[in-house]
């Protein structure tokens, strides 16, 4: 037997719920969004004429987005001035970084390589701008990628970019690493080297500036260890090594002239300068020449750094540049650093906190 409590009341029916909302929405008429709110937000999608929309679950994959439509999305990044949050002050850089798609490079020999590169590309934005269109960066890209070569396609997308987003300063860098079969000291063997090289393209105040970063991964001999070696060996024929380690130079070329500076003729600089690269291919000669090579070119990371200015400065090709080497050392727990530069382009009064850890390099 069913027991129904005197309290109980019926569920309405369809007419007394009909009746309910329409003398809801004579309220609601009166009312203000906040009164409306405060009683219930969910009131606001009810009192609709329209109703609360229900909205497909399945992707649309026969949707023709025309023009019409594409002129109706909305545009934020290029609304008014309205819209800017936090100061409105202008920004220096603002872009993209590492956008990748294959780029193809000329080679000193006369042939073409097509490498993976890795694209950041920033505009200066002015204080009443609220923001930039960022796909259009990368559509200057791919609009250039396939016609020309490395700093070409640098200077068609940034002019490209610049007219687009109508903007005074820009900056493009490419970065890539670079193969070279490079022949083992005495075996006969080759293999081949990896340089990482950044191409900067720099448009300020109507001046551009064609840049070139390589980094030479080198190694370098304590010159005061290998003495005191010489002297235990020497005075208590004692065994003794001296201590060397991996080191790394970024160089900085800002170009300068007509003529082309290959990126073989900046490797073969660094190579002239500290002949003390790493080796790709090693057999057990190749492994005692290389002993005898770095005796026979102990440096401090002062001496690097001086030798490869010594090189960078013969060439009219280069204007500007800076030397950062880094000597990542075996002998302490810290690295011997060092920074020359030449000229105002690379001048700083700060340096970035991360400089010296971009120079660890780990294949």
């Known amino acids: 037997m069913n027991i129904h409590p005197n309290d109980m009341q019926a569920l309405p029916d369809r007419d007394e719920a009909e009746a309910a909302l329409s003398r809801l929405r004579q309220w609601a008429a009166a009312a203000s969004d906040s009164e409306i709110n405060d009683l219930d937000p969910a009131l606001a999608r009810l009192l609709s004429d329209e109703g609360y929309p229900l909205l497909s679950r399945r992707y649309p994959a026969g949707f023709d987005a025309d023009e019409g439509y594409r002129a109706s999305l909305p545009d934020l990044q290029n609304g008014p001035a309205s819209l800017i949050r ?43 701008k609220k923001g930039i269109n960022m796909s259009r ?38 970065r890539f690493s670079y193969p070279l079969r490079v022949d083992s000291l005495r075996s006969g063997l080759s293999g081949y080297q990896y340089y990482d090289i950044a191409l900067e393209l720099v448009e300020r105040g109507g001046e551009r500036l064609r840049i070139v970063h390589l980094d030479y991964v080198y190694s370098s001999t304590c010159p005061c260890s290998l003495e005191l070696s010489e002297h235990a060996r020497r005075e208590r024929r004692q065994l003794a090594t001296p ?40 057999k057990r000669e190749d492994e005692q020449a290389f002993a005898e090579l770095n005796a026979a070119n102990p440096i401090f990371v002062e001496d690097a750094a001086r030798l490869f200015s010594a090189e960078l400065e013969q060439d009219e090709r280069i204007g500007d540049f800076r030397i950062v080497a880094s000597h990542q050392e075996s002998l302490h727990s810290h690295d011997a650093v060092s920074i020359l530069t030449e000229g105002p382009t690379f001048e700083a009064a700060s340096l970035d906190p991360g400089l010296f850890g971009t120079l660890h390099h780990v294949r």
């Open 86 to 128: 936090g100061s409105r002050r202008t920004i220096q850089h603002v872009g993209i970084s590492n956008f990748r798609l294959p780029i193809r490079y000329r080679t000193r020999a006369g042939g073409e390589i097509s490498l993976e590169s890795a694209v950041t590309g920033t505009v200066s934005l002015e204080a009443d």
């Open 137 to 174: 960066i990368m559509r200057s890209f791919y609009a250039h990628a396939e016609k020309t070569f490395s700093f070409e396609v640098i200077e068609a997308a940034l002019d490209d970019y610049k007219a687009d987003l109508g903007t005074l300063d820009a900056r493009i860098q490419m």
């Open 243 to 282: 201590h060397s380690q991996r080191s790394v130079a970024r160089i900085s070329v800002v170009l300068a002239g007509t003529d082309r500076l290959w990126f073989e003729d900046l490797i073969d600089m660094a190579r002239r300068a500290v002949p003390t690269e790493t080796q790709v291919m090693v």
